[in-house]
T-cell receptor, first 112, second 112 residues
């Protein structure tokens, strides 16, 4: 089945710096790659997603890049702010499993 | 405008006493999912409904059951909760497979 690995598990940056979180997957049939942000005591919230026919997608300070050949995708957050502090999960869908497979999460801390 | 609503937000039950968690949605989505999330871990899919079709994950214990009486509502029943079932339970919906999943804010279940 699909295997999703996410790195790093924790990330600490200074306000205004950029943050990058990377995920790799194993099933070449996978074609849907969302990123979720989870704040303490809340459910995961979709922040951006990308499909396999696109290499990059941007939404204001957030961008996702996808390398299908290498089977990895990354979340880029620029000009980080303290409110970006949360746990971020990548996920993979569209492969043989039929549902989303989540990475183990990255705890991002943005220091003022 | 809450789109996926979970009740209650916090639930305390006794060891072995059946408990039901509820989820409702205003999105008219076909798919409803139940996830279990333990501290510092990724959400783990328990089962999902595509319309009226129930799909159980292979490693979901028999102790966990689900009902979907109509499009808007879905219930998670834990027949005999054990201490290991203490967790956050998340409900999510999507229009169809491999579309964005919308999560509720979860029910935190404690077992005494």
């Amino acid at each position: 089945g699909e295997n999703v690995e996410q790195h790093p598990s924790t990330l600490s940056v200074q306000e205004g710096d950029s943050a990058v979180i990377k995920c790799t997957y194993s099933d070449s049939a996978s074609n849907y790659f969302p990123w979720y942000k989870q704040e303490l005591g809340k459910g995961p919230q979709l922040i951006i997603d990308i499909r396999s026919n696109v290499g990059e997608k941007k939404d204001q300070r957030i961008a996702v890049t996808l390398n299908k050949t290498a089977k990895h995708f990354s979340l880029h957050i620029t000009e980080t702010q303290p409110e970006d502090s949360a746990v971020y999960f990548c996920a993979v869908g569209g492969g043989s499993q039929g549902n989303l497979i989540f990475g183990k999460g990255t705890k991002l801390s943005v220091k003022p | 405008d809450a789109m996926v609503i979970q009740n209650p937000r916090y639930q305390v039950t006794q060891f072995g006493k059946p408990v039901t968690l509820s989820c409702s949605q205003t999105l008219n989505h076909n798919v409803m999912y139940w996830y279990q999330q333990k501290s510092s871990q990724a959400p783990k899919l328990l089962f999902h409904y595509y319309d009226k079709d129930f799909n159980n994950e292979a490693d979901t214990p028999d102790n966990f059951q689900s009902r979907r009486p109509n499009t808007s509502f879905c219930f998670l029943d834990i027949r005999s909760p054990g201490l290991g079932d203490a967790a956050m339970y998340l409900c999510a919906t999507s229009a169809v497979y491999n579309q964005p999943q919308h999560f509720g804010d979860g029910t935190r279940l404690s077992i005494l």
